[in-house]
């Protein structure tokens, strides 16, 4: 595999998404790497998630979901989950890849359109 280009590196991110249930996890995943938006999705089972929702505490069961992606494709991205997802206010958060396996991180970069 070709090495990963210095620029590469600091323009990965992955995106963290809480979903309601396996079946919208698994929704979003197919059509966001079907789309070409991000190379690897991985689905990680419930949590227990704990937040302030309509004036009190809530606490209910969730899946999260991970994607990894191109900056450049993170707002396409967003409002493309925006769009699938049952949430009012999803949680889509963007963190950025810092470092890892090379050969994976040219993977992510060449694999997104």
Excluded: F
């Amino acid at each position: 595999m070709n090495k990963v280009k210095s620029q590469t590196i600091g323009t990965l991110q992955w995106l963290y998404v809480t979903t309601s249930s396996i079946e919208e996890a698994k929704t979003i995943a197919k059509t966001i790497v079907e789309e070409r938006l991000a190379a690897c999705a991985n689905i990680l089972g419930d949590i227990q998630s704990i937040y302030w929702w309509d004036g009190k505490v809530q606490d209910g069961q969730e899946v999260a979901l991970i994607l990894k992606t191109r900056q450049d494709l993170v707002p396409k991205t967003i409002e493309r989950i925006k769009a699938l997802h049952s949430y009012d206010c999803p949680c889509v958060i963007a963190l950025d890849i810092h470092d890892g396996n090379p050969d994976y991180l040219n993977w992510i970069a060449t694999q997104t359109l």
